[in-house]
């Protein structure tokens, strides 16, 4: 079985500031490892996502995610916060195929001037 | 390329009446997800589509909801009747393949039971 935590249900930055969103997950199987951005009123859209080999993973927009599998995490980071990435995002995680995909609960990011 | 689109993207309804959420996914995706976030919560997986055929409906709540997908297009779930711990957003998804594909999410429909 697969579960997510992410830490912080909202978290604070400013624009310019080194944006840390953290993610722990839980796997009985070798995870694949995925997050997604919501931005107001659209659907949710994948930044990145983990499958096998490297582990410094690069997204979208200069974001990027390390898995670590000693720690059991896959935090999310971009060096310099914008104002448009204010919008929630989701960890998930899964196993063999996408019926195993479990959500975090999100993390609301706000980018302060 | 038109994206998932989920129709109504808000629906208030009291307890006890019926209602109807529809989703298009994008051409030619063969799978469809339904998902639902209640509360701000985790979104949790309710049931996923391979064409017109339900592939896994472990995660419906109850038998108050119905999905169907008629002719492996849009889909439908309806909530009868609904009760008000329905309340919440409720996710389409759908993607071409099943193995950990990525996944193209509609907007999502607000649904509030009073």
Redesign the interface.
Known sequence: AQS?TQLG?HVSVSEGALVLLRCNYSSSVPP?LFW?V?YP??????LL?Y?TGATLVKGINGFEAEFKKSETSFHLTKPSAHMSDAAEY?CAV?G????D??????TRLTVKP | EA??TQFPSHSVIEKGQTVTLRCDPISGHD?L?W?RRVM??????LL?FVKESK??E?GMPNNRFLAERTGGTYSTLKVQPAELEDSGVY?C?S?QG???????????TQLSVL
Do not use: C, P
């Open positions: 997510v249900s694949y997604y919501q009123n659209q659907g949710l859209q994948l996502k499958t989701f899964s063999y195929n996408n019926n995909m479990r959500f975090g609960a999100g | 994206g998932v799978n997800y998902y701000g919560k985790e979104i949790k997986f996923h592939q896994d472990s996710f998804a993607s099943w193995a950990n594909e990525k996944l193209f999410f509609g907007s999502g």
